[in-house]
Each structure stands twice: as structure tokens, then as C-alpha cells.
């Protein structure tokens, strides 16, 4: 279907490679201030890019779809968590952590993994990572763009599980500083995981700007039924991800088409902004307890309240969390009874290229760390160091 060219609001054009001039003797000519298509153009193509993501900025990303598969009715009551064989759109985008847009994504690094579900209660987000135990640099794990869009154009379509694991709040009580702490696991073995459901991709973009570089999430994003845990690095994630989303964005970035609800959305108290792009609420006021606001208190939300108890006697003050012992038991256990020799042998490997560059005292420092982890791996990084300075 042939579709003819106008300007960005329409009008039409025969050709958007000439411009209007005056044309002088000798060839050339004179532009003009009244030329709407040069200047339009012109000054578009200047504001092109954004700022792009500060972490986690190179990416790929699609559209599909997430099934319940378990009924987890007892644990929560977010609706789309709910009746198996629910089904919930969902926007997934997967980055490296640490490469600005244009790095390779080749070399051994973090993947982050985020999926927005568009659920009837509004959006909630799912931002985590993912560490791959992946081969040192040289063997070229597959890239991250082509992968994924060509399995998806093949109809190859790719699959994830959603597990949960719970707690009794009994159990949370006395469970200790691991609870919260992002840098630890719950053992598996005493709290089993439990299927939830199935994400499967099934669409690409069509555009990666529009879907996938304009694409917001955040894990403050979160439907009734789900909370926030008391972890201070959750809670300035919180803050940070939307922060940086104004920045790069714009205020209106909830408006865009990939990350606008789809459910009805009715926050009058936000409005206004550059870029806003829905009814703005037309003429409703401002003020939300006015007899005359149509804005009426969600049933929902107050059904489904959740508290935190606060220690008794706490203190508000800067706690400091200190490394100890309790911090090597993990990665010992990982060592000790998860790894076996080839593993360890290229986990030690990945460690110390990464240590290749880095000043001696740091390379001491790092050795003499894994030590406590278990003293052979010191002795491995320190052999492997050797090795490598003679080379
Ligand atoms: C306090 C610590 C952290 C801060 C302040 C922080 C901040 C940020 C910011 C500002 C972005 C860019 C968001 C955007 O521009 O749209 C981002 C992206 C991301 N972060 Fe973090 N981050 C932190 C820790 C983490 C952790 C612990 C994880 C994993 C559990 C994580 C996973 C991700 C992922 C997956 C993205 C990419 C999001 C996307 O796909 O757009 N971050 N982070």
C-alpha cells in the first residue's frame, strides 16, 4: 500500500527531498524562512535523541502474553495472579547492565529482565537480573538483539516459569537479616518453589524506539495485593526509576503507548506537563474532595490494606549494614556444594579477568575477600595471576 508523504501534521507534500529556493544565476539558491518541510525536518532530525539510560541501556525487547498456570488465590489477591488460565499482555524488554546503547553485547555481564503486565488493576512491573554463569568473553555468547527478535519472527516464540517462595509471617520474625537483603537467597530446599504461571513472547516491535527505548518501568509499579519490602535498596529503586524516566521521558511518560494502563486511569491531581497527550481530564477540578469531582475512593485498595509492624524502641538514625560472617555463608555453600571443579575453575577464570587491569593492592584486596569465602579460591585467583604476568 503506497502511502503519500505530508508534513507531521498532514499537509500534504510532493517531495520531501527539495526545498524551496530562490534560485541564483551561477546554480544554487536561497532557502526561505517560509520552507515549513526544511525547517520541520531540520529541526526534528536535532532532537532525535534522548538521554539514554544511565545503567542497563543497551537492549532488546517484545510483546506477549502471561498465563496462569497455578492458582495462588490463597497467597494473594492481585487479579491477574488469579484463575488459572488468566491471561495478562505483558511488554518485556532484556538489557546489559553496564554498556552505554552502542557497546557490544558479547562481553560477560549482568542481563537485566524486566516485564510489565498490563493488568486490570493497572501496570505492574517485574525489574530484576539475571547472572548468567556464562563462559569467559572469548567464547561469544550469542547477541542479544538478533536472538531474540529472530526466534520471535521465526515463531520460535521464547518461555519463562514465574515461581514464588513464602513465608509464614511467623517464620519472618525470627528469620534474621536475610530476609530483605537483596544479596541473599531463601533456601530452596525449606521454602519450595511454587509455579505461578508462564510468560511467553510472542510479538515483535515494530519500532525500537517507540516501543522498546521509550518502554518505562519501574519496580514501584505494583497492583493491589503486592507490596514493597522494608529493603532500602528496593525503596530508592522506587524513587530512582521514575526519576530517571521524567528525565529521559518526560513527565508524561505513563501516556506513551507502552506504558499507558489499560484500565481506565483517573489521577486529576497529575495533569498538564509537556507532551500530555490524553484529554488532560477536560474540564474536572483539581480539587479531589469537591462534591463536584466525579473522583470516587477505590473499593478495591481499602479492602486490601498491608502493614508493617515497626521494631519497638526504633530508632530513625543512618544504620550501617556491616559486612560479616553471616555475608560469606552463601557464597560458601554455593561454592562448597553447588560448583563442581569445571565450574569453579571458570568462575575463577571470569574473576580474574576482570582483575587483569586493576592495581595490585585491589587484586590483594579481592583475593584476600574470596578468601573468606574459602581459602582456595584465593590461592586460585593468586595462581591464576602468576600465570597470567608471566604470559
Ligand atoms: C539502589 C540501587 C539501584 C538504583 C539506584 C538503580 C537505578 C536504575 C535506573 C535509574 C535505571 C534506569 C531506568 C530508566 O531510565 O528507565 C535502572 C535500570 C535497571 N535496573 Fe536498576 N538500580 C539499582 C539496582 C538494581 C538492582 C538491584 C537490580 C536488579 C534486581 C536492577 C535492575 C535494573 C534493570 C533490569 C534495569 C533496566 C530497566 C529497563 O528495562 O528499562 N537495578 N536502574
Redesign the pocket.
Known amino acids: 500500500m503506497s502511502k503519500p508523504f505530508t508534513l507531521a501534521e498532514g499537509q500534504p507534500i510532493t517531495d520531501p527531498s527539495v526545498s524551496t529556493t530562490l534560485p541564483v544565476r551561477g546554480g544554487g539558491g536561497i532557502t526561505t524562512l517560509g520552507d515549513t518541510l526544511l525547517i520541520e525536518t531540520l529541526s526534528h532530525f536535532n532532537r532525535e535523541r534522548i538521554p539514554e539510560?544511565?545503567?542497563?541501556a543497551k537492549?532488546a525487547g517484545a510483546w506477549g502474553e502471561f498465563e496462569v498456570t497455578n492458582d495462588i488465590s490463597s497467597l494473594t489477591s492481585a487479579k491477574f495472579l488469579n484463575g488459572v488460565g488468566k491471561k495478562t499482555p505483558v511488554l518485556f524488554?532484556l538489557?546489559t547492565t553496564g554498556g552505554e546503547k552502542g557497546s557490544a553485547d558479547t562481553v560477560r555481564d549482568v542481563r537485566?529482565?524486566?516485564v510489565k503486565f498490563f493488568t486490570e488493576e493497572g501496570n505492574h512491573d517485574i525489574?530484576?537480573?539475571h547472572i548468567k554463569s556464562q563462559a569467559p568473553s572469548r567464547y561469544k555468547p550469542p547477541g542479544l538483539d538478533d536472538d531474540l527478535w529472530e526466534a520471535i519472527s521465526r515463531g520460535q516464540f521464547p518461555a519463562w516459569k514465574l515461581y514464588v517462595q513464602v513465608m509464614e509471617p511467623e517464620q519472618a520474625e525470627t528469620y534474621g537479616r536475610g530476609l530483605f537483603d537483596?544479596t541473599k537467597v531463601w533456601s530452596h530446599k525449606e521454602f519450595p518453589l511454587i509455579e505461578v504461571g508462564q510468560m511467553m513472547l510472542n510479538k515483535n516491535p515494530e519500532n525500537y524506539f517507540a516501543e522498546i527505548e521509550q518502554?518505562?518501568?519501574s519496580p514501584s509499579n505494583m497492583v493491589p495485593g503486592i507490596a514493597m519490602t522494608p529493603d532500602p535498596?528496593l525503596q530508592?529503586?522506587m524513587f530512582?526509576?521514575p526519576?530517571?524516566?521524567r528525565y529521559?521521558l518526560g513527565v508524561n511518560y505513563t501516556q506513551l503507548p507502552s506504558n499507558r494502563a489499560i484500565c481506565p486511569v483517573y489521577a486529576p491531581f497529575e495533569r498538564d506537563g509537556m507532551g500530555t497527550i490524553t484529554r488532560n481530564y477536560g474540564g474536572d477540578p483539581n480539587y479531589v474532595r469537591s462534591s463536584l469531582s466525579p473522583g470516587i475512593p477505590s473499593q478495591v485498595v481499602s479492602e486490601v490494606r498491608h502493614t508493617e509492624r515497626i521494631m519497638q524502641n526504633a530508632v530513625l538514625g543512618q544504620h550501617e549494614i556491616l559486612v560479616d560472617e553471616e555475608d560469606y555463608v552463601q557464597p560458601r555453600d554455593l561454592w562448597n556444594r553447588v560448583f563442581d571443579e569445571n565450574e569453579k575453575r571458570r568462575w575463577v577464570d571470569n574473576l580474574a579477568e576482570t582483575l587483569e587491569d586493576v592495581p595490585i593492592q585491589l587484586k590483594e584486596a579481592v583475593a584476600e575477600m574470596f578468601g573468606k569465602v574459602d581459602p582456595r579460591i584465593s590461592q586460585m585467583i593468586g595462581a591464576r595471576a602468576n600465570a597470567s604476568s608471566r604470559l
Not at 539510560?53 to 542497563?56: E, L, P, Q
Open positions: 539510560r544511565v545503567v542497563h537492549a524488554r538489557s537485566g529482565f524486566s525489574v530484576g537480573n537483596i518502554a518505562a518501568f535498596m530508592a529503586r530512582a526509576y526519576d530517571a524516566q529521559r
